[in-house]
Structure formats: C-alpha cells, structure tokens
C-alpha cells in the first residue's frame, strides 16, 4: 500500500506540474509569438521587424556614389535603359547622353554589350563624346533626338587617336545619323578597319592629319547618305573590297576618293569637290578627284552620275575587267579621264578640261554621246599602247588665245604663254569662290547636278573665262 500510494503521489505531481507549465510553454513557442503579433496586422506584407505593434522600420541604404545606381540592392555603373550584359550580370547602359558622358564611357559600354548589341547617342545641348572608340565585335550605333550641323559633332576623337577602329574580324558595324570630327588626327585615320562589313548611313566625317577620313580594306563596304570633309594629303576615302554606295560627297584638298574593288561594285550619285585650303600649290596640281585601280580581271564596277569638280586629274581608270562611266560630269580639270590598262565604257558624259578630255595611255576606250569642253590640246587621245573606240562625241576647244590678244596703244614687248601654264591660283575664277576645310559644309538639299544640257556650239569665251560649266560654285554640292 505505501508503494502504491507513493506512485499516486508522483502521478498526481508530474498532471498537475504539466499542467501549470502548458501555458509558458506556449507562450514560449515562436508559432505563438508569431501569431500574436501578426493577428491585429492582416493585410500588411510581413516583415521580419514587427516589434513595435504594426510599425515597420526600414533600414535606408548608402547612397550611390556619381555616375552609378542602385539596382537590386548594389550601386552599378550608368543611369540609363537597357539589360544586363555579359558583363558579370552588370546592368548595361545602351543609351548615352554625350552632354554628361564621362571619357570612355562608350568604350567601357560596348565592352560589355552582347555581339550584335545596338549603343544609342544623345546630345540635346550640342555635347560630345571625347573619345576613340575600339569595335571588337559586332555593334550597331545610332543617335536619337539628334541632327548634324556644321561645329556639332557628336562623336570627337582625341588628338593622334582614331575616332573608330574596327578589329578584323568583325562581323559588321553600322553607324547611323553621326558626326564624327577629328581635327588632329596625325598618321592615324578617323575609321579604319580590315576584313569586316561596315555601313554607313547619313554619316558625317570631318578630318584634319596625315592620313584618311575612312580607311577600310578587304571587306564589305554600303555607304548611303554620307558625307566626308578632310584636310590631308592622303586620300579623303580610302576602300577595298566589294562596293556599295550611293549619295555619298566627299571634299578634299588633294585626293578625294582611291577605291580597289575585289568583287563587282556599284556607285551612284557620288560627288566629288576639291577645297580651297592648299589652291595655287604644288600640292593641287598633283591633285586627283576620283582614283579607281588595282581591280582583278573577274569584276565589273558600274558608275552612275559621277561629279568631281576641281582636280588636276578628274577620273583615273587603271587595271581590272569592266568599267562603266554613265553621265560622268567632270569641272575644272587639266586631264577629265584618264586611262591605263583597263577597259572603259563611258556615255553620256559632260567633261570640262585644260588639257585633254580622255585620255587612254593602255587598254581600251569606249566613248559615245560625250561633251568635251575648253581643252587646248586634244579631245579625245590615245597613246600607242590605248584604242578607243568612239561615236557621237562633240569637243569644244578654246581658241588661241595669244593670236586673239589686242594691246590697243600700249607699245611694249608681252610674254605670251599658253593658258595651261598659268599658276593654278589664276586658272579659272571658281578656285577663288572655293569654300576652305572650316567652312565647308554640304549644301541642302544634297543632289546631283549635270552640266547645262544645251552647249552652244561656240564656247570660245565661256571658256577663256572658266566658266562654261556655270557661275562659280559657293560650297557644299554643286546645285
């Protein structure tokens, strides 16, 4: 009975102690604690830090420091739109205002864009982007809210620096609706690149160095719309590769476009005009407005409504299969169209020379329905090695010019010279109307314009005076 009675006791001991800690137990247990906090809070988010009734407190973060912002809780470069890059799941900016960019900002931007990625530039108070800018894949650049104007690039390069430079190997580039303006270029160019696919459309370029405005070989090249300026001694244009270009302008002060085409190409509307910088100089009668060569014998290159005005030697043809001129129009020039070792088509051409109108040194020439205008020496000459073959082409040459000269009572001895040996400052009215690098600009509308239709059958005076092509020109594209 004792021990009986004993584990009664113990039994009724351990009920009523379970009994009086069920309560704190409860009130220990987290589910509880929970509950009791969050019942007077429904339709609040929860939070961890619930402490103070239904209060919430947040903890404010450090701000972002100039030129980042905060994105899932890290301070990131940029304040544009866009996506994240393969840059380490860094939010990428690809639109960038040039007002406030920063130097190299475009750079540091398309090193973290995917392949084939599109950057968009702002300018809405006349900024620039101040830098050189290197492509090593494939990228497409294009400006919005944007208009070019002559002293509003929105792309600079610095000085002796390239303003773009495309790796080889690129797939393709395009650039769309920019200004680009290196004025201290130096020995490098303002676009060069090997072995890609560039396009180009309603570009502006302006360079002032050594070398070229646009340096692309052994690839694919569209221009459309775009416009060069350079001051160099170089070639303004240089290209190699398959060609497509149309409504493209190009002013220089020595050379102005050197193409070698590797495949069949095609020009249209392209114009031509030699600045008024180095007039009078060496360097202008060296000069040439439109060189063509060093084509393979497998290729045929068509252009259509070539313009160059200026330059001692306007067009020169040499090497390859097949070259067509159509409605060639060719201004102020000692020799218009020149040839060797290559094979010409040209019709319907308008061509204003000192010396001769077509000149074949090799190769063969054929001529039909052409216009030579103001030449002293030959229309039309071939030299041992050249043919032509020609119809329907009218020349119209000067008089001599020194037997028509009248002294009236001045009783002197004069030097009479031929009019080709003039300095080229004196050569014809329109060198001095020429706009310089700085002040040039094309002109708007841009658009082809041909010489009057209508000759007159004698234009001995309209070109004594230099002006049988029309009134001197005042920049931009002859109108």
């Keep these: 009975m004792r021990r009986l009675s004993r584990l009664m006791a113990l039994w009724a001991a351990l009920v009523f102690g379970f009994a009086v800690a069920a309560p704190e137990l409860a009130a220990a247990s987290p589910d509880a604690k929970i509950d009791q906090q969050i019942r007077p809070c429904f339709g609040l988010l929860i939070q961890p830090n619930l402490s103070h009734g239904c209060k919430v407190s947040y903890a404010k973060p450090r701000p972002c420091a100039r030129g980042y912002y905060r994105s899932r809780g890290r301070c990131v470069i940029g304040n544009g739109s866009g996506g994240y890059g393969p840059g380490g799941g860094r939010y990428v900016q690809r639109e960038i205002n040039c007002d406030y960019a920063y130097p190299g900002q475009v750079s540091d931007t398309l090193a973290r864009l995917y392949d084939g990625d599109t950057i968009t530039l702002t300018s809405t108070n006349g900024g620039a982007c101040v830098e050189s800018l290197n492509i090593t894949q494939s990228v497409t650049i294009v400006v919005r809210g944007y208009q070019a104007s002559p002293g509003r690039p929105i792309l600079v390069a610095p000085a002796d620096q390239p303003c773009i430079k495309i790796a080889p190997g690129v797939q393709y580039v395009v650039l769309e609706g920019l200004s680009i303006e290196s004025r201290r270029g130096g020995s490098a160019s303002c676009i060069v690149g090997r072995a890609t696919e560039i396009a180009l459309k309603d570009v502006s370029v302006r360079y002032d160095g050594d070398a070229s405005a646009f340096d692309i070989g052994d690839s694919r090249i569209e221009l459309s719309g775009a416009v060069f300026i350079g001051r160099t001694r170089s070639a303004v244009v240089k290209a190699t590769g398959t060609i497509m270009a149309s409504d493209v302008e190009i002013a220089a002060t020595a050379i102005g476009g050197a193409f070698e085409t590797s495949g069949d190409s095609r020009l249209r509307d392209i114009r031509i ?24 014998r497998q290729q045929l290159v068509t252009i259509d409504g070539l313009y160059v005005d200026g330059f001692s030697r306007g067009v020169y043809i040499g090497g390859g299969d097949e070259t067509t001129l159509l409605r060639p129009v060719v201004r102020d020039s000692d020799w218009a169209v020149s040839v060797e070792n290559a094979n010409l088509r040209m019709n319907g051409g308008e061509l204003e020379a000192v010396d001769v109108g077509l000149y074949v040194a090799s190769g063969v020439a054929y001529a039909s329905n052409n216009k030579v205008v103001g030449v002293m ?48 400052l004196y050569r014809t009215p329109r060198d001095r109307a ?28 309209a070109a004594a005076t230099g002006l049988a092509g029309g009134p001197p020109q005042q920049g931009g594209a002859p109108k």
Excluded at 388 to 398: E, G, P, T
Excluded at 441 to 450: K, Q, S, Y
């Design 434 to 461: 020429r706009l310089d690098f700085d002040t040039y600009w094309p002109a708007a509308p841009i658009g082809p314009a041909p010489m009057a239709a209508n000759v007159p059958a004698d234009l001995s005076d």
């Design 273 to 296: 005009v030699r600045l008024g910088d180095w007039t009078g100089s060496s360097r202008t009668r060296n000069s040439a407005g439109f060189v063509i060569s060093g084509m393979n």
């Design 377 to 424: 020496r030959s229309g039309i000459y071939a030299d041992a090695g050249g043919q032509i073959r020609a119809v329907d082409n009218r020349i119209y040459a000067r008089k001599d010019g020194c037997k028509a000269l009248v002294s009236g009572f001045f009783d002197g001895e004069l030097t009479c010279r031929p009019w080709f040996e003039a300095p080229e």
